[in-house]
């Protein structure tokens, strides 16, 4: 399934216009970074605004060649510094390259449904305080590529757009509206009104087996917190619960790896 990135350039755009941006005397003060070959060059492709490339010194240039292209192109700055400045600004393996970005730029709930096409295949991922930036990141890489049309995060307890979770995600974060709310359940109140049906993943018994998830209608999947799984207040939004059948000795699944199978599931073919 072929995501349309024309419109999520336009959306980012429009986003990043309706914002004020503020201006920071010094680049290098900006503690916003992305480190790696690939998020780097799916940074770039999406339009992202990216203030400087540095590169390790003594690195084989052909292994970065894609991307001196597309920033000689754009006009970005490429600095070439030490391994020890790389390392000193990322915790994350940074592959000899890393960028300074502008802050990520969250996405309204509103923009984002009110310019989507909704019908049956429609399909949305509601993460219900995952805390862990690497399952965030790990989610946002499956639903990309599976065909989810945006994410809904909470404000609050709950990881964020962070260097950890954009390099988890190996570039697909620049391809996917990641929106965040002040409250779940209000956001699927508004879901509801614009013809999507809620979908929770549990444990409960009275759940339905996960192979047996809705294929007919537009439909928002909730994936709960790693620890305590959805809260009440969303489970009792959901019309739909599902589980995945634990057969070993141990009871659950890694959060990111749980919404993958419910993620294809959701695309794979009935007949």
């Known amino acids: 399934m072929k995501k349309n990135n024309k419109h999520y350039k336009e959306l980012r755009l429009k986003n990043k216009e309706q914002k004020p941006q503020v201006q920071t005397p010094e680049v290098d003060l900006d503690k916003e970074v992305i480190a790696g070959r690939n998020a780097i060059l799916e940074a ?23 991307i001196f292209a597309i920033a000689n192109e754009k006009k970005i700055i490429c600095q070439e510094v030490p391994k020890r400045k790389l390392d000193n600004s990322t915790t994350e393996r940074h592959q000899g390259v ?3 970005v502008a802050p990520y730029s969250y996405f309204e709930l509103d923009e984002v449904v009110n310019n989507l096409e909704i019908n049956k295949d429609t399909t949305l991922l509601i993460l219900d305080h995952i805390e862990d930036p690497h399952n965030l990141g790990a989610i946002i890489r499956t639903a990309e590529a599976s065909g989810v049309k945006a994410i809904i995060i909470p404000k609050r307890r709950a990881a ?10 190996a ?23 614009k013809g999507f049906w809620i979908a929770g993943t549990t444990l409960a018994e009275r759940s339905e087996d996960y192979t047996k998830i809705a294929k007919d209608v537009p439909l928002a999947i909730v994936i709960g917190n790693e620890g305590e799984g959805m809260s009440k207040v969303v489970t009792n939004e959901c019309d739909f619960l599902y589980h995945l059948p634990m057969l070993g000795k141990i009871q659950s699944l890694n959060a990111s790896v749980a919404a993958g199978i419910i993620m294809y599931e959701r695309i794979k073919s009935n007949d």
Do not use: C, W
């Open 160 to 169: 964020v757009v962070s260097q950890t979770a954009v390099k988890a995600s």
């Open 44 to 66: 770039i492709k999406s339009g992202r605004e990216i203030n400087k490339i540095l590169f390790q010194e003594g690195i084989e240039k052909g292994r970065l060649k894609s």
């Open 171 to 193: 570039g697909a974060i620049e391809h996917m509206p990641v929106i965040r709310v002040s409250n779940l359940t209000d956001a699927i109140k508004k879901l509801k009104e």
């Open 98 to 100: 890393i960028a300074y």
